[in-house]
């Protein structure tokens, strides 16, 4: 979910830019149900609040197999060089 979050950071639209996101921290995180190998994932990223002067993105993640939540955490994301 991390990586789709750095992906989300890269659209104009949600704030972002093209310069390099990190992976700064994880909050909040609940696994919900067991997967296997052949379930489809689907995940979504909100974006809760972007401190541009820090650099600093926190984000809200939801991953679903099959319509159920199996796995939901806060991210946070920063800029660098």
């Known amino acids: 979910m991390a990586l789709v979050g750095g992906l989300v950071m890269l659209q104009p639209e949600a704030g972002g830019s093209r310069e390099n996101f990190f992976f700064a921290g994880i909050d909040k995180v609940r696994f919900r149900k067991p997967v296997i190998a052949s379930d489809t994932w689907v995940m979504r990223m909100t974006l809760i609040k972007l401190q541009k002067r820090f ?6 993640g939801k991953a679903y197999v099959g319509g ?3 796995c939901e ?9």
């Open 55 to 60: 650099g600093i993105a926190k984000m809200k």
């Open 68 to 70: 159920e939540v199996i």
């Open 73 to 81: 955490g806060e991210f946070l994301m920063a800029t660098g060089s």
